[in-house]
């Protein structure tokens, strides 16, 4: 994996497709949040596949800069396609690489399914994947205020140390759901252009309500019976036959 930092804060690690394609097409993977970065090995399989792939760390989280939700992450991941077209200058040894993208899609999960299904509404972005997305982040204050233990993001601090640098003020705008929430824009949503991936079992992340909002904006939902909070990886493995499908129904454009 090679790393390239975006508007002077984003790191992300990017690869190339394996082989030369005509067309260059990009996957942007969204991660989940908390988690440790490590969807190397499915950058390396989408990369195998003919795909570019940046796999960006959100500003104040991991290796980039800033301070975590003080904007809303999807924001981020727009910052980024901001400074593409452009030469892409690895960080370690100044390997330069071109990259001018002829179609972009976005790979989600959990945390990073609302930024997917927020992306969609970006017209550079032709098709997204959401898997277990958080489509309203309003749960988070229900699920707070039912709980008698600390804070979520004491808890976050504690177990993430400086992996993620949270504020409880950043943290209490995500769970009003007025910020970062693909609910909020649930009339804007073109469903056509999303797919969306959840287990009826999931533990942490309410399948109804993604249901929900499926049936709102026409969006096409995978309901799978069982998995709990499935992992982004194992999704696009098993599915990538169809996922590819999809991504092709967006059309090849002509340069």
Not at 14 to 35: A, E, H, N, V
Not at 165 to 174: A, I, T, V
Not at 208 to 233: C, N, P, Q, V, Y
Request: charged fraction near 30%.
């Amino acid at each position: 994996m090679f790393r390239a930092r975006f508007k002077n804060e984003i790191v992300a690690e990017f690869l190339p497709p394996s082989r030369t394609q005509r067309k260059q097409r990009l996957i942007i993977l969204c991660d989940g949040m908390p988690s440790i970065p490590r969807k190397q090995p499915l950058s390396e399989f989408l990369a195998a596949k003919g795909f570019w792939v940046i796999y960006p760390r959100y500003r104040g989280a991991w290796e980039s800069g800033g301070e975590f939700l003080a904007k809303s992450p999807h924001e981020d991941i727009l910052d980024v396609l901001d400074e593409l077209p452009k030469e892409l200058k690895e960080i370690a040894f100044g390997h330069r690489f071109r990259l001018v993208p002829d179609q972009v899609f976005v790979i989600g999960g959990s945390f990073g399914g609302a930024a997917a299904i927020l992306l969609s509404l970006d017209p550079r972005v032709k098709r997204v994947v959401a898997n277990c997305p958080v489509v309203d982040w309003s749960i988070l204050d229900k699920a707070e205020k039912a709980e008698t233990k600390e804070n979520y993001a004491d808890y976050i601090r504690e177990a993430f140390g400086n992996g993620y640098r949270l504020s409880n003020e950043n943290w209490c705008k995500l769970r009003s759901g007025m910020v970062y929430n693909p609910w909020q824009h649930r009339s804007e949503i073109d469903g056509s252009t999303v797919w969306m991936f959840h287990a009826k079992d999931d533990p942490n992340v309410p399948h109804e309500r993604t249901k929900e909002f499926a049936e709102i904006t026409e969006a096409k939902l995978k309901t799978l019976k069982r998995g709990g909070h499935i992992s982004t990886d194992y999704v696009v493995r098993k599915y990538w036959v169809q996922i590819k499908t999809f991504f092709d129904s967006a059309g090849i454009p002509v340069r």
